[in-house]
């Protein structure tokens, strides 16, 4: 198993363009998320979805948008970078079918991001 | 132990002490925490977890210690080793789940 997959590694991008960064599991979970690491803080969750078709908003979801197509993806999609989303951000998925789940989260190796 | 800001704790021990990381939750409703380590340029592992009903778990060279009391988690790391220098943080679950800034231990030779 790869486990959790992210792409790009790093990205750099100019304020107002757009992407995606891709995450996908080979672990058939239902469960699967986004965060932000900033310098110093915790992370912060984005998005999650608890299967295919069902996405939600995190603690912080304003600027990003997901899909759920399949129980492998996870894209997330940024709409129109601004520099306030310069940020590390790691895919994690799990085997709970709940937010509040109790399973181990395997994080991706994620994905280092500057806006300018 | 952790804090919110643009510099995280750190920890500086010798190779073959024992380290002791430290971790302060808010919500005394939480009912479930993780230790997780990231090591530079890597996403988070799982390390050790522990449910509100216990005070004390201990997996393999780790152990958490959980003080319900105080709101305060540590976690252990006996005889450390080079590949234990990395950032730790804890993470509590009730509902959301909500992640602590790290702390960075450092293991000199």
């Known amino acids: 198993n790869a486990g959790v997959t992210q792409t790009p590694k790093f990205q750099v991008l100019k304020t107002g363009q757009s992407m995606t960064l891709q995450c996908a599991q080979d672990?058939?979970?239902?469960?699967m998320s986004w965060y932000r690491q900033d310098p110093g803080m915790g992370l912060r969750l984005i998005h999650y979805?608890?299967?295919?078709?069902?996405?939600d908003q995190g603690e912080v979801p304003n600027g990003y948008n997901v899909s759920r197509s399949t129980t492998e993806d996870f894209p997330l999609r940024l709409l129109s970078a601004a520099p306030s989303q310069t940020s590390v951000y790691f895919c994690?998925?799990?085997?709970?079918?709940?937010?509040?789940?109790?399973?181990?989260?395997?994080f991706g190796p994620g994905t280092r991001l500057l806006v300018l | 132990g952790e804090s919110v800001g643009l510099h995280l704790p750190t920890l500086s021990v010798q190779e073959g002490d024992n380290s002791i990381i430290n971790c302060a939750y808010s919500?005394?409703?939480?009912?479930?925490f993780i230790w997780y380590k990231q090591e530079s340029g890597k996403g988070p592992q799982f390390i050790i977890d522990?449910?509100?009903?216990?005070d004390k778990r201990q997996g393999q060279r780790v152990t958490v210690l959980l003080n319900k009391t105080v709101k305060h988690l540590s976690l252990q790391i006996a005889a450390t080793q080079p590949g234990d220098s990395a950032v730790y943080f804890c993470?509590?679950?009730?509902?959301?789940?909500?992640f602590g800034a790290g702390t960075r231990l450092t293991v000199k030779p």
């Open positions: 994690a998925s799990s085997s709970g079918t709940q937010h509040n789940y109790q399973e181990t989260q395997y």
């Open positions: 672990m058939n979970h239902e469960y």
């Open positions: 979805s608890v299967g295919a078709g069902i996405t």
């Open positions: 919500n005394s409703a939480s009912d479930y």
């Open positions: 522990i449910r509100s009903n216990m």
């Open positions: 993470a509590e679950i009730q509902g959301d789940m909500r």
